[in-house]
């Protein structure tokens, strides 16, 4: 399926969201996760659910002084 994965269109496999994150190589304990504006928690991602043309904005958070 297609979805928008920080802006970029991206073919994905995973038919969840931690499957996705993993899958385009990112560390789950490193993010978090927007699908479709709305921030969803990381108990959740196994069951959240993708589907065609989802948006998803994984952030994460860089220290630094």
């Known amino acids: 399926m297609q979805i928008t994965l920080n802006g970029q269109s ?5 038919l969840t969201l931690l499957d996705m994150i993993i899958e385009q190589g ?18 959740c991602w196994q069951d959240h659910l993708l ?12 220290g630094g002084g």
Do not use: M, Q, Y
């Open 26 to 43: 990112f560390a789950p304990d490193a993010v978090i996760a927007d699908v479709n504006f709305e921030l969803i928690k990381r108990e």
């Open 51 to 62: 589907h065609e043309g989802d948006t998803v904005e994984l952030l994460s958070f860089v």
């Open 10 to 14: 991206t073919a994905t496999a995973a």
